[in-house]
């Protein structure tokens, strides 16, 4: 298989990052409402996170953002073959910690100083929720207009406009953020349990995005870590669960959850061989296999062969 990836839009000749915290969850959703709704100019970029996550990136995704930071993003892939080299030897020497060379690069990162801008770190402490936009062109001038109104009578949230330097620390921050669920996990895995990374789209009119879970389900989790794309309502929503929980018992009633609240997931990846395939997806995948030879399984459907008598 073969794909193109082609720019449709004319590439912008200014932008300007918009960093937003709130502590209303309502207010962010009728922001978000009325910039849909009545602007002329679409965000480039909406990216949300929760002061957990944020919390849980500034200090476990720091190595990350340093390392993009002053090594660039091509340096990464060749950072990632050495890692992996490296585990793959270390695995072999039982006498080895697990996780070695995680435990040393936070050990590392931990050595350095504060990373992110002041008033990053001032709006962590004053909000709850945070939301990074991007406008470009004359989408900026129409930002900084509904913002200014917007916020005017607001007694829960605030913004600011980013420097340059705040406007990539803010983005980098936010994509550290994807692996430092799973550092924390591995830093701390004495004492927490296993984590559970789900990614779900919900609802694109839904007021109260952001889930309360019953006590059977709470009882069960160290952390909840909540960011995503704000705008077309996709999160990811990663849990660490309490050393002794049952992973596969959580995420059964997890998935329970989010099927009563009328989400769907998984919402960026496909359903592998861990997510039930709903009947449009199946009545696709049999008309691409017929037979069910090249992927049997998919989507938790049958492993058997289709239109072979002897699997009848």
């Not at 190595?63 to 340096?75: P, V, Y």
């Not at 050495?82 to 072999?92: E, L, N, R, V």
């Amino acid at each position: 298989m073969f794909a193109v990836r082609l720019d449709t839009y004319p590439t912008a000749a200014k932008e300007k990052t918009f960093y937003i915290g709130t502590n209303s969850v309502s207010e962010l959703a009728q922001l978000r409402r009325q910039i849909l709704s009545s602007f002329d100019n679409i965000p480039e970029v909406g990216e949300y996170m929760h002061r957990d996550i944020f919390d849980v990136s500034a200090k476990y995704g720091k190595d990350t953002f340093l390392s993009i930071k002053h090594l660039g993003t091509n340096a990464l892939p060749r950072l990632f073959s050495i890692k992996g080299a490296m585990d793959a030897k270390f695995h072999k020497w039982s006498w080895m910690p697990k996780h070695f060379t995680d435990k040393v690069m936070q050990f590392v990162a931990n050595m350095f100083p504060k990373h992110l801008p002041k008033r990053m770190t001032e709006y962590r402490d004053k909000y709850e929720h945070h939301l990074i936009l991007k406008m470009s062109d004359e989408g900026i001038e129409e930002a900084q207009d509904f913002l200014k109104a917007f916020f005017a009578v607001s007694d829960t949230g605030n913004y600011f406009e980013c420097s340059q330097e705040e406007s990539e620390s803010a983005f980098l921050h936010r994509f550290a953020a994807a692996g430092a669920a799973l550092r924390y996990e591995v830093v701390h895995e004495q004492e927490v349990g296993e984590i559970l990374a789900l990614d779900i789209a919900i609802p694109r009119n839904e007021l109260n995005w952001l889930e309360t879970l019953p006590e059977e389900i709470e009882k069960h989790l160290e952390k909840k870590l909540y960011y995503g794309h704000f705008f077309c309502y996709v999160f990811h929503q990663d849990y660490i669960l309490k050393k002794g929980s049952d992973a596969h018992l959580v995420k059964k009633m997890m998935l329970e959850l989010l099927s009563a609240r009328g989400a769907k997931y998984p919402a960026e990846h496909n359903v592998g061989h861990l997510y039930e395939a709903e009947p449009d997806l199946q009545n696709f995948y049999k008309s691409l296999d017929p037979t069910n030879t090249f992927n049997p399984g998919v989507g938790k459907m049958s492993k058997t062969k289709r239109n072979c008598s002897c699997c009848l």
